[in-house]
């Protein structure tokens, strides 16, 4: 009854869609047909309850919880709506900061200035490109597992929606953090791009159709679109959110700089070293040390540029498993991103819209190392 309650005072219902068993795929999109796990080969329905009684109920399912009733509710309190203004407030200030240059406004900042999101330089591109507007809804995904219990095989996997709207000691608090989807375990999904489907497609159909939304503190409608602004995930999640290759690849790095690895004679696995070990002679791995200095100066248009070029290329040329495999090394692309299905006006750009996971390093590993040897 409580749960139905809130459901009818939210307006926001809880979505679910049948799942593989063993958490290989979720049976939406491509596989919606389909009654046995392309990976698998197990079954979607009760094999038992489908011979007793013919109805077709499913092992299992996955969660997805749709982002447009959760920004409506964020706008409609007074609080709400006086928190989502934060972005706003913070561009209008910068913008009339800007000193102008040949009739043009300067996006370049000091060191002191850099405190926010809001004061970097492709998030300030977007806005004088009026890609982000004041009534865009600006959003971050993060997806990673989570173990329910301490001493129980408990393994799930989560996607939440940050509000970025809100300020930066706000924004993470639980009530601006909106958990989008849920995947159960034990097993890590195969094919996370099939469970993340339906919460990306209700939101790509915001962005195309729009959305109206009561500001609680003017009470008055307005037309909001959403602006997915970073893609965020653990090392399992974010290679098939970026499509990239693996770390262990020739051009490995998550945020598909221009670093190329080199990798030990007849073994596949590249690591990125700067510099070339001596009297090293492997095909595809014998090029001169890298320069650090010179990966940093590739800007985020370029990048892009870059990406889509060598995706056309992976797109057209992929014509044999052999072909596949050599482009694979050369591009460091392995297939098609999921988020380049959004309209490109309501995103950064892919790759550009990927973010690192600096959490294990900064805080576990690097410490760890370091308290060991004290």
Known sequence: MVKRHVEELSGILPVYHNMCINSCIGFIGLFKDLELCSMCSRSCYNKAELKRSGKKIPVKQFLTNCMGPAIQTMWCSLAGAKGMTYRQHCITKIIEEMQPQDGKESVEFSVSALEDYIHGTDYLKAVLQRDIGPDNTVLMLSLDRAQLYQNKTSDIWIYIWVMMDCSSDTRYKKHNVYVS????????????????????WHLAALMKEHLQILNGSMQKLFTSDPYILTFGANQIGITQLTGLVRHHGHFGCWLYCLFSGCCKNRSGHYFQAAQLPRDHHVNNSDHSDVEIDNIFHETHTEKIHRYNKNLQRFLSDSRSQAAYERICLETGISKPSIVSGFSTGCMLGVPGCFQTDLFHLASLNIPDLYLSLL
């Open 181 to 200: 989807g849920v995947i159960s375990g034990l097993n890590k999904p195969k094919n996370i791009n099939s469970f993340l489907f339906p919460g990306f």
